[in-house]
């Protein structure tokens, strides 16, 4: 038994490699990082000066905040629609439903400057869709690129519109493996197709919903795309700027690593933390 | 309770016509099993007394009203699942009361129901479970339960007891027929295993690929079966076939030539037209209708190939000088130690070509 692992990890001894060069040692050597000051060629260990930073820094702040707002209003009113999407993909009365399915999933296969560069002409002042849709139905015009309110929603409708059908095409998964003769003894019961998803659909699904909600969160924490090109660096103003930006800005464009990696943790850490809070309000009853 | 009448009906998916026109008259209070190989078409039959499916054609009428525009939670019956259906995210209490809660049903009504179910089924020490921590038979009495709260007029069973090991199906088949005795409801119940049928039914209903076969009480079927699908089919082991021909024919019998055995003459009387001379027949057999050589009608030079010793019965394989297969069963005590042996046929049926009873 020993030889033959020892011929499996011979095997596996390649990948390995890469994956400690590439994956682990990164890990590692950014969390060491975060410990260095980075202004100042040569680098020099001070652990308090990025972490200390970044308790009082009003960018991360500003950052954290956006980013929790996004996080807190974006992925439940995604989830919601995706739960409605799934719903109607699994009906049996939709026509041409393949269709549909590749419809819903299509924006996670297209290029995120390619879809971002529509959104920016969908929303603009002058020439945008939106705004000459919003002046037909007798609203005014919003500058969706300088102020923040707008911006910000125009962020959340964006990524809304980029994962809500990813996130239909799972719950969809998980609502065709409830058998259907559940359903049936429902409804030999009486029990009408709205009760029927409120107290069938929704409690066998959670598993799946949480999955989902999970994904989310990690994704939201990590944001980056839409501010960076949609609202232009996180415009106006900052007043878009997410972490993921922050994290960019003071490692790409400041090549402030240092400071860059204490914000990396710090997402990873609160991604992991919201996570935990979450699968525990959800845990199975025992 | 109430009878259930389904007439001419009819099921058809898309250009597929499934059930052809299926004339079954159940009584109040009767236990009547469809009973057929897979594909016969007696799940979908039950499903549509239960309104799971359209009727493409014809009437099913309960308690003397058609119910084929009816939905099926307002037809006043019950069903039982094959895998279970129960509610996987709650409780056996919370399963059995599902229904009645959705409705509105007032509460100690629900509670009366819940608990007299439980009584019946013996589950009231599993109220708090879930599903996935109880057994395959605490399963199916939950199940069962959740149709007993609904008090039905009818309960639809569809291959309740498929998914049980031996010894459970038999312990759950006896529960089932108790059920009936205490509820005394009109019970419809789906099977492929004919042994289900012949314990259970008060008559049995045997379909082939769409078509009612024959509908009788279950020995009315073992000893009268109407062709040599029905015959076959009920009965275990089966009824063994062997080809003839007629070789005399009186008024009112004939004397059939088995196959490969010019010594094995049978002279069965019959009521119906008598066939011509020389038409080629089947003969079956029930297992336990061979006898010692020379105690029945005929006998019969068999090779036994393999013999089965059950305890007070075996079941000896054997051959025909023709080279078919039949089954005889004998008391264990008397089982021949020798390959090649005569035994006797006291009782054999006749089917025509088309393998329709001459009767």
């Known amino acids: 038994m020993r030889y ?21 040692w990164p890990i590692i050597s950014s969390f060491m990082i975060s ?58 009365l939709l026509k041409a439903r393949g269709l549909y399915r590749f419809a819903f999933f299509a924006p996670v296969v297209v290029g995120e400057v390619a879809y971002s560069a529509v959104f920016r002409l ?27 309110t707008p911006a910000m929603a125009l962020i959340m409708i964006a990524v809304t519109w980029r994962w809500a059908g990813y996130n239909a095409i799972i719950l969809l998964a998980g609502m065709q493996s409830i058998p259907e003769d559940v359903y049936e003894a429902a409804t030999l019961d009486r029990v009408s197709k709205l009760k029927q ?90 | 309770m109430a009878n259930v009448k389904l007439t001419n009906v009819v099921k058809r998916f898309g250009v597929f ?65 094959q895998s279970y259906a129960l509610y996987p995210h709650m409780s056996v209490e919370q399963n059995l009361s599902f229904g009645l809660r959705m409705t509105g049903n007032p509460k100690a009504d629900t509670e009366r129901r819940v608990k007299r179910a439980a009584e019946i089924l013996r589950i009231s020490e599993l109220m708090e479970r879930r599903p996935k921590n109880l057994s395959g038979g605490q399963r199916q009495r939950v199940a069962i339960g959740r149709a007993i709260v609904r008090e039905p007029q009818v309960f639809l069973f569809d291959e309740p007891l498929s998914n049980l090991d031996a010894e459970l199906r038999v312990q759950m088949r006896v529960e089932i027929s108790r059920l009936h005795k205490e509820l005394g409801t009109t019970m419809v119940y789906v099977t492929h295993d004919q042994t289900e ?24 079927l073992y000893d009268n079966p109407d062709n040599i699908f029905v015959a076959g089919f009920v009965g275990s082991p089966k ?45 079956g057999v029930r297992p336990e209708h061979f006898g010692i050589a020379g105690e029945g009608d ?35 005590a008397k089982v021949p130690d020798t390959s090649e042996v005569t035994v006797s046929i006291r009782k054999s049926y006749l089917f025509d070509e088309k393998g329709l009873r001459l009767r």
């Not at chain 1, 308090?48 to 996004?70: E, H, Q, S, V, Y």
């Not at chain 2, 089965?308 to 051959?319: D, P």
């Open chain 2, 298 to 332: 005929a006998d019969l030079a068999v090779a036994i190939d393999v013999v089965e010793h059950l305890g007070g019965t075996s079941f000896l394989y054997a051959r025909t000088a023709d080279g078919e297969d039949v089954v005889i069963q004998r008391d264990a």
């Open chain 1, 4 to 24: 033959r692992n020892a011929t499996a990890y011979r095997f596996l001894t390649p990948y390995l490699l890469i994956f400690a060069i590439f994956w682990v």
């Open chain 1, 35 to 92: 410990f260095q000051a980075t202004r100042t060629v040569p680098w020099r260990f001070a652990p308090g000066f990025n972490w200390g930073r970044l308790i009082g820094d009003p960018a991360f702040f500003n950052a954290l905040k956006n980013t929790l707002l996004i996080l807190v209003i974006q992925v439940p009113v995604m989830i919601a629609l995706a739960m409605v999407m799934a719903v109607l993909l699994n009906s049996p």
């Open chain 1, 197 to 286: 998803f409120f107290f069938i659909t929704l409690p066998l699904l959670k598993p799946v919903i949480v999955f989902c909600a999970v994904l989310s969160i990690i994704g939201t924490m990590q944001l980056f795309t839409e501010p960076f090109l949609i609202t232009e660096r996180g415009g106006p103003g900052g007043g878009t700027e997410t972490l993921g930006l922050l994290l960019y800005r003071q490692g790409f464009r400041s090549l402030n690593f240092g400071y860059a990696s204490a914000v990396a943790y710090t997402m990873a850490g609160l991604a992991i933390a919201i996570t935990l809070v979450q699968l525990w309000l959800t845990r199975e009853a025992k």
């Open chain 2, 197 to 220: 049928a012949m314990t259970l039914a008060d008559r049995i209903v045997v379909l082939r690929a769409g078509h009612v076969e024959q509908i009788g009480r279950p020995l009315d």
């Open chain 1, 122 to 148: 969908m929303f603009s002042l002058d020439f945008g869709i939106v705004n000459k849709l919003l002046n037909t139905v007798g609203l005014p015009k919003i500058d969706w690129f300088s102020n923040v």
């Open chain 2, 239 to 283: 009824m063994n076939f062997i080809k003839g021909h007629i070789v005399g024919r009186g008024a009112k019998e004939v004397v059939v030539e088995l196959a490969g055995a010019e010594k094995t003459r049978i002279t069965q009387p019959l009521t119906d037209a008598v066939p011509e001379t020389g038409s080629k027949v089947i003969v």
């Open chain 2, 17 to 81: 016509e499934v059930v052809h026109g299926a004339n079954i008259d159940i009584k109040d209070g009767e236990f009547v099993v469809f009973v057929g190989p897979s594909g016969c078409g007696k799940s979908t039959l039950l499903r549509m007394i239960a309104g799971l499916e359209d009727i493409s054609g014809g009437e099913i009428a309960i308690g003397g009203k058609v119910v084929n525009d009816v939905e099926p939670a307002d037809r006043g019956i019950a069903m039982v699942f």
